[in-house]
């Protein structure tokens, strides 16, 4: 038996270009190359892929759950690779778990989990990001308000420490809560440092950005709007070149026309990326969980406090992709690329993409981006 294997599709994606009629060669459980069909190696065992789209592992910086339980639900390491585990059929191949505003002792206990995660190879698990506590009351959304708080010293020494020892870790942070002193310190350990949950103008984000943020958590959710006068986080996100912005592609958090705007908008190299903000739901088909002490319905395609407090979200990244080429009018390919190559990119890991001795993270989509079958380093996880 080969460990060779060629998986030949009429469209293979790179994670920045399509090539027709195409094979992608595995060996050893890692990309060795992409040809024509017609032009695979010797020693491959070739399996046809039909007319499907072969595509990199799709990745999503912002999972708060899955699989029926919520991050801060975890006590062992088995619960962390069960959240992974529920989006692996989903099509998400690498993630970073993220743990909402919590107890200091909470975070101490996921990073630990996370440490070991990344040490035992945790299927999926590409790093932590830690959304909260250091956030705005005002725009705390679904957070709890009593457990936002400053940065202290000692909170940013963990915070290094942590990002020492993990394969990477973003921090949503209110830039008003956050000393820019602080962001660069963050920024320089080799912390991802997102913006979010924060009324701050577009003058003290652009401070944020110049010590060294880099990102934006759920564009126009939970941040100061762009308003002709004070262009706020929004305007930022937007304007500002160093940043990233994830996004909610659910008709739900952001209505389709702003979603074009912002498209159309954005000034680079910074670029939108899907995020799903997932919940523990995802995998399950309950109807209610709770969130701190607190409950949350599932209702069509929404996930609320009883107040109708947006509380997270009900979808998936390729039903994600799926809204953005239906509703928004996005070209297959760059809805491609803002759940593979770009968020990749955001956290600086080698996936989202199908390249040379990268690990054969991949997806195979049927029409209107259905998942048919998912690899984790050349191994089947998914339907065959």
Same mark, same amino acid.
């Given at each position: 038996?080969?460990?060779?294997?060629?998986?030949?599709?009429?469209?293979?994606?790179?994670?920045?270009?399509?090539?027709? $009629?195409?094979?992608? *060669?595995?060996?050893?459980?890692?990309?060795?190359?992409?040809?024509?069909? @017609?032009?695979?190696?010797?020693?491959?065992?070739?399996? =046809?892929?039909?007319?499907?789209? *072969?595509?990199?592992?799709?990745?999503?910086?912002?999972? $708060?759950?899955?699989?029926? /339980? %919520?991050?801060?639900?975890?006590?062992?390491?088995?619960?962390?690779? +069960?959240?992974? !585990?529920?989006?692996?059929?989903?099509?998400?191949?690498?993630?970073?778990?993220?743990?909402?505003?919590?107890?200091?002792?909470?975070?101490?206990?996921?990073?630990?989990?996370?440490?070991?995660?990344?040490?035992? #190879?945790?299927?999926?698990?590409?790093?932590?990001?830690?959304?909260?506590?250091?956030?705005?009351?005002?725009?705390?959304?679904?957070?709890?308000?009593?457990?936002?708080?400053?940065?202290?010293?000692?909170?940013?020494?963990?915070?290094?420490?942590?990002?020492?020892?993990?394969?990477?870790?973003?921090?949503?942070? !209110?830039?008003?809560?956050?000393?820019?002193?602080?962001?660069?310190?963050?920024?320089?350990?080799?912390?991802?440092?997102?913006?979010?949950?924060?009324?701050?103008?577009?003058?003290?984000?652009?401070? @944020? +950005?110049? +010590?060294?943020?880099?990102?934006?958590?759920?564009?126009?959710? !939970?941040? @100061?709007? *762009? &308003?002709?006068?004070?262009?706020?986080?929004?305007?930022?996100?937007?304007? /500002?070149?160093?940043? $990233?912005?994830?996004?909610?592609?659910?008709?739900?958090?952001?209505?389709?026309?702003?979603?074009?705007?912002?498209?159309?908008?954005?000034?680079?190299?910074? &670029?939108?990326?899907?995020?799903?903000?997932?919940? @523990? &739901?995802?995998?399950?088909?309950?109807?209610?969980?709770?969130?701190?002490?607190?409950?949350?319905?599932?209702? $069509?395609? %929404?996930?609320?406090?009883?107040?109708?407090?947006?509380?997270?979200?009900?979808?998936?990244?390729?039903?994600?992709?799926?809204?953005?080429?239906?509703?928004?009018?996005?070209?297959?390919?760059?809805?491609?690329?803002?759940?593979?190559?770009?968020? +990749?990119?955001?956290?600086?890991?080698?996936?989202?993409?199908?390249?040379?001795?990268?690990?054969?993270?991949?997806?195979?989509?049927?029409? =209107?981006?259905?998942?048919?079958?998912?690899? *984790?380093?050349?191994?089947?996880? #998914?339907?065959?």
């Amino acid at each position: 038996m080969t460990d060779k294997a060629a998986y030949t599709a009429k469209r293979v994606f790179d994670g920045e270009a399509v090539h027709e $009629n195409a094979a992608v *060669l595995v060996a050893g459980g890692r990309i060795s190359g992409i040809v024509p069909a @017609s032009e695979t190696p010797a020693g491959f065992a070739v399996e =046809d892929l039909g007319t499907g789209l *072969l595509s990199p592992g799709l990745v999503d910086l912002q999972v $708060n759950g899955g699989g029926g /339980l %919520m991050l801060g639900d975890a006590r062992t390491v088995d619960d962390l690779a +069960a959240i992974c !585990a529920a989006h692996v059929p989903l099509g998400t191949t690498a993630m970073t778990p993220t743990l909402i505003t919590d107890t200091p002792e909470a975070a101490r206990r996921i990073v630990s989990l996370g440490v070991e995660a990344a040490a035992k #190879g945790v299927p999926a698990f590409h790093g932590l990001h830690l959304e909260g506590p250091h956030l705005s009351v005002q725009r705390k959304g679904a957070h709890d308000a009593d457990l936002i708080r400053p940065m202290t010293a000692e909170d940013l020494s963990f915070y290094l420490e942590a990002a020492r020892q993990l394969p990477s870790l973003m921090i949503t942070i !209110a830039p008003e809560t956050v000393a820019p002193e602080q962001v660069k310190a963050l920024r320089e350990g080799g912390v991802h440092v997102s913006l979010g949950h924060t009324g701050a103008g577009y003058d003290t984000c652009k401070t @944020s +950005a110049e +010590a060294g943020a880099t990102c934006v958590t759920h564009l126009f959710n !939970a941040m @100061s709007p *762009l &308003q002709h006068r004070e262009p706020g986080l929004v305007g930022a996100a937007l304007d /500002l070149g160093a940043f $990233n912005a994830g996004l909610i592609a659910d008709g739900i958090h952001v209505d389709p026309v702003a979603i074009r705007i912002a498209m159309k908008s954005k000034r680079g190299p910074g &670029q939108i990326f899907l995020v799903t903000d997932a919940m @523990s &739901q995802t995998g399950t088909d309950v109807h209610s969980f709770t969130l701190g002490g607190r409950a949350i319905f599932r209702e $069509n395609g %929404m996930l609320c406090l009883e107040d109708g407090t947006l509380a997270g979200a009900d979808i998936d990244l390729p039903a994600s992709m799926r809204f953005l080429c239906d509703v928004v009018g996005v070209d297959r390919r760059t809805a491609l690329t803002m759940a593979t190559s770009r968020p +990749a990119d955001v956290i600086r890991l080698p996936v989202g993409r199908l390249k040379q001795d990268r690990a054969a993270d991949m997806v195979l989509f049927g029409p =209107d981006f259905a998942v048919k079958r998912v690899w *984790l380093a050349g191994k089947v996880h #998914g339907p065959h």
